[in-house]
């Protein structure tokens, strides 16, 4: 026969302060793994979802990043006539030449420089990338000192506002608006016309050239056809993979931290929850006598102690998992070590992360409630009836 | 004396739940130990360096290069010793994961770093050979390079192979001593720019300057910074201290998360620490009865119940020294292997312990109070009848 689960809930109940420590304890440890995944998953997503699947990007061999790249004239148009890049109506192929330099510039809040990438593009740059919107002002007239800048740097940058300049490359330039790129990449960085950005900074050629290929293009025969071309030192990646390829040391460095904190944090949780259910063993020895010689099994008394401290560490799980995922709403920027510039972005929950949280928890009650429950189910009758 | 034998009597009264509260603080203690220690490998670069070094780079950002010609500028300034300049090379060795540093520098630079300590052998061989360089000793040890042996580098930021001989293998004069370097002749490099790109020749990615020892640093910073003014490249000069700093500064969110979860780990012994002697506590609400009955103070309660709750706090912070002890040893060979280029010192400061012993020693304190409240408060009565 089992025993009520109404006994185990009344249990924790009756000591009060004892279970809220302990779910405390598991609380905080779901709380840092949660949020330290939902820190590398923020910071992927970021940049995967700066690519899109139609685009694919150009830049120079081994080189890593578009800051470090160049590509000169000659190739960026060798590369613009390939026949899988689609063209508007009138034959133009849609590509962007862009031209990236990192400038360094005071944050509003700590006046700490950081680095900011500046974007310089080809007029169909907004085009190309949807998830850039307008949101205050208007784009850069072609062939003038204008510039727009994403919402995240006029947000996290000192002197960064619409109307305002930004000094950089011996030149000053007008802020004439300011765009919206969502959680993604662009979101830091300041746009304006590559021919104009470019000569400024005494530079000849681009960062990187990306295109958009035809429905259905073979993007592998492409790749091939381009990196073996003489006349080309470029290696061809899909836009999504090059961002994606952007998070790995960040995201490792914040994974492989994360899980280490979370270990050894979880040891404390556990020990936390052993503590509490052998004393609640010890405490409840001639109640524990008292259900065995009413005819409860070995196993039903195992179960319920079991039950107990999963449902301990179960509540401390929830807990954890909903302070966590108040961390959403809050925004990081760090530097980018794949990139050298700053990044801004969200703590992202998903489903997953949520999962393994409460099975994280879960894990804890077992381990911590394992060895208290199996000496419960040991105590003989007749010593535990005698022991009060 | 008496109660030092009682509290010594009731800290053994429950050895397992006891035994488990000190694991559960050392853990604690050394998770404590091994983040602080994480957090000090990051500024290991910021304490290696010298007051009498200034940085002179790009204002606009540290990817933009500075011309050749103010070299001569800079030395001609009163009370500069010496001025060398230095390019970042980026290359990586065989494989993007195989990261360290690796930077062309001219003849001064080894002059300008003495604690790079070179025998003079080899040190003379390095400069007599264009293609030479010389790399820190740890680095060496990764790799299992000897000098004279050849090692080829990709460049990501200078297009090609680049081949390099080892002539030398420096030491750390001190414990904070980066080994982990890889420095060739700036020379070198800047003749294969000329050959591949001429226009790119002559780039000085930034400038080290001795000052004479007694300089004001900040002023001969502003004058440096004077000089040029207006120009297409103005500079930003600092203390090498200060530049150090801000290579730490831009990856402060991350290292602000690290600083959080080093206090959360405290409120984990906290809760671990406070369980267990609640617990007790509550079990023995009796026994103090019969104590105060006997005419015991409450200031012989306060000492008995607080006294356990230091006992067991430095028993767990004892243990979890040792296990950071070991710890960091074992954990300082893995980060050499796996991420020495990223924290070249991994070491336990003074300073980590003392801050541990000082935490320890406040969680058994606050752990106390509740329960001490609550003993002094019971009246002896209430405290008879109370069943554990």
Known sequence: MKIPLSYSFRNLWTRRLT?????????????????SLMLADGLKKTLVSTGLDENVIAIRRSSQTEVQSGVNREQANILRAAPEVETKPDGTPVVTNDMVVLISLPKRVSQQPSNVVIRGVSPLAMEMRPQVKLIEGGLWKTGTQEIIIGKSIQQRFEGCDLNGTMRFGSTDWKIVGVFDAGKTGFDSEVWGDADIIAPAFRRDGFSSVTMRLRPGADVEALKTRIESDPRLTVELKREKQYYADQSRTLALFINILGTLVSVVFSLGAMIGAMITMYAAVSNRTTEIGTLRALGFRRRSVLGAFLFEAILLSFLGGLMGVAASSLMQFVRISTTNWDTFAELAFHFNVTPGIILSGVAFAVVMGIVGGFLPAIRASRLKIVDALRSA | MKIFKLIYKNTLRHPLRTILTILGIAVAVFAFGIIRTIIDAWYAGVEASAQNRLVTRSAVSLVMPLPLSYREQISKLPGVLKVGNANWFGGIYKDPKNFFANFAVDENYLDMYPEFIVPADQREQYLKERNACVVGRKLAEKYGWKVGDRVQLIGTIFPGDWDFIIRGIYRGAEKGTDETAFLFRWDYLNERVREMSPDDADNVGWYMVQIAGNADAAAMSQQIDTLFKNSFAETLTETERAFQQSFVAMSGTIILAMRVISIVVIFIILLVLANTIAMSARERLSEYAVLKTLGFRPFHLIGLISGESMLIALLGFVVGMILMIF???????????????????????DQTIVMAFGAAILVAVVAALFPVWRAVKMKIADGLRQIG
């Open chain 1, 19 to 35: 279970t809220i420590l302990t779910m405390l304890g598991v609380a905080l440890v779901v709380f840092v793994f949660v949020a």
């Open chain 2, 327 to 349: 710890a960091v040893q074992g954990l300082g060979v893995f980060i050499n292997e796996n991420l020495g280029s990223f924290f070249p010192v991994f070491e336990l400061k």
